[in-house]
């Protein structure tokens, strides 16, 4: 739960510096009841001009689990069961989309390609205001661990994740939306201790927003959650 105390605090922030908002809606266990109380209260709070909102964070992950290892013992539970599907998610975006009625929305924030064509698809026929997706380079844990500095930095790492948004940078394009990366960094789940906060990923990470802005991409939007890789985000 949010108070309303913060976003007359973020609305004062916004006025002050005329930085862009983005609200994120929660798609996966939150209400629709909910997100409208959140639209509400951003929208009373904080100038037209300079808001939109999200919809939904990485809903093609929503089935699955896995641990933190910055916050141990904890596990990041599925929101959905086995059958979630890309259809699923469709029918709850448009529905949402609808409910809301007209506000500045942006999305899908896939965090994989498994849905790619599918979501291309979507985005076309129905653009939202914004298109945007999650890219890291490497994973910090787990049994498909790859964050070292030899990954981070190879020839090939940042062109390779770039050309694999394609979907979302063909679909902007054909409808005359901006597209940005809406949350990246070094590793996922948290970065890697002595990888992510060292001068290899400060490196990285300029090349990275280098190269996306090249290919096209408005905006990279770097992840902070109190973590190994915030010094350099």
């Known amino acids: 739960f949010i108070p309303p105390s913060f976003f007359t605090t973020l ?3 916004a006025r002050e510096t005329g930085a862009q908002v983005t609200v994120g809606l929660n798609l996966g266990d939150g209400t629709l009841q909910d997100a409208r109380t959140m639209v509400a209260e951003a929208q009373a709070n904080i100038p037209a001009s300079q808001l939109s909102f999200s919809l939904g964070n990485e809903p093609d992950l929503y089935t699955i689990s896995h641990p933190l290892w910055s916050e141990p013992g904890f596990i990041d539970r599925p929101v959905r069961g086995p059958s979630w599907t890309f259809s699923s998610y469709a029918r709850q975006w448009m529905s949402w989309r609808a409910m809301l009625g007209p506000v500045r929305i942006e999305g899908p924030d896939l965090a994989t390609g498994r849905w790619a064509a599918q979501a291309g698809r979507m985005l076309r026929a129905d653009p939202p ?3 945007s997706a999650h890219m890291y380079p490497t994973v910090a844990s787990g049994p498909n661990a790859s964050a070292t500095p030899q990954r981070l930095l190879s020839r090939f790492s940042d062109l390779e994740q770039i050309n694999q948004l394609g ?3 063909g679909a902007a394009r054909a409808v005359h939306r901006p597209a940005v990366i ?10 890697k201790p002595g990888l992510s906060d060292s001068p290899v990923a400060s ?11 090249l290919h096209g991409y408005q905006q ?6 109190g973590v190994s890789y915030d010094p350099f985000v």
Not at 203 to 213: H, T, Y
Request: hydrophobic share 45%; net charge negative; charged share 15%.
């Open 11 to 13: 609305g004062c922030l």
């Open 129 to 131: 205001d914004q298109m």
């Open 167 to 169: 979907w979302l940078l």
């Open 182 to 191: 809406s949350e990246s960094n070094s590793a996922s789940r948290g970065g």
């Open 203 to 213: 490196i990285w990470s300029v090349r990275f927003v280098i190269d996306a802005l």
């Open 220 to 225: 990279v939007y770097f992840h902070s959650a």
